[in-house]
């Protein structure tokens, strides 16, 4: 499951470097074909490391995992 977290860290860190605050899952799962489960799974449980710079993560514009709070 490591590898799974660290897959999806790595992508959710390109997203934020490319200015993105709000990322639906489904481009990630586009980028790395990890399964829909194991992913939601991989956040869920705190395993992925989320940049501060993401705001929200979505599914399809249902929000999946939002940051509680959020410095300017």
Known sequence: ????AKAVSNI???FSEAG?????LYDVW?????PMDIMEEVIEKGMAEI????RELQL???TVWRREKYEE
């Open 60 to 62: 399809k514009g249902k």
């Open 30 to 34: 586009i980028e790395s074909s990890i």
């Open 51 to 54: 940049p501060l710079e993401v």
């Open 20 to 24: 993105k605050e709000t990322i639906d």
């Open 12 to 14: 959710l860190k390109r």
């Open 1 to 4: 499951m490591e590898r799974f």
